[in-house]
Nanobody, 122 residues
Framework: QGRLVESGGGLVQAGGSLRLSCTAS????????MGWFRQAPGKEREFVAG???????YYADLATGRFTVSRYNAKSTVYLQLNRLKLEDTAVYYC????????????????WGQGTQVTVSS
């Protein structure tokens, strides 16, 4: 089973943007349904966005209109573009592989990255 490695997090001012990347090792990335979650201090992990193996994106309400998920199979990478960031977007962002397309519950993801920290300042 492949590994997932996130990158691209950092410190950004409110209203700014970041692009997160998640690169998978191992074969058959194009067959994977992928998702992004986040976890803020003291809060539960929450679904942010997902993208199916057929390249169909879907979003949690918190992401709609501000975040965009995409994938580039040739690089075994899934991206999460974060725009118009708010203080409340501060969290560790994780990518994960879904067991089926459209999954939003963390229990339906079987492989996780180590996470990348996003900190939004005022």
């Amino acid at each position: 089973q492949g590994r997932l490695v996130e990158s691209g997090g950092g410190l950004v001012q409110a209203g700014g943007s970041l692009r997160l990347s998640c690169t998978a090792s191992g074969p058959d990335f194009s067959l994977y349904n992928m998702g992004w979650f986040r976890q803020a201090p003291g809060k539960e992990r929450e679904f942010v966005a997902g993208i199916s193996a057929s390249d169909s994106p879907y979003y949690a309400d918190l992401a709609t209109g501000r975040f965009t998920v995409s994938r580039y199979n040739a690089k075994s990478t899934v991206y999460l573009q974060l725009n118009r960031l708010k203080l409340e977007d501060t969290a560790v962002y994780y990518c994960a592989r879904a067991t089926y397309s459209g999954a939003t519950a963390s229990g339906n993801y079987d492989t996780w990255g180590q996470g990348t920290q996003v900190t939004v300042s005022s």
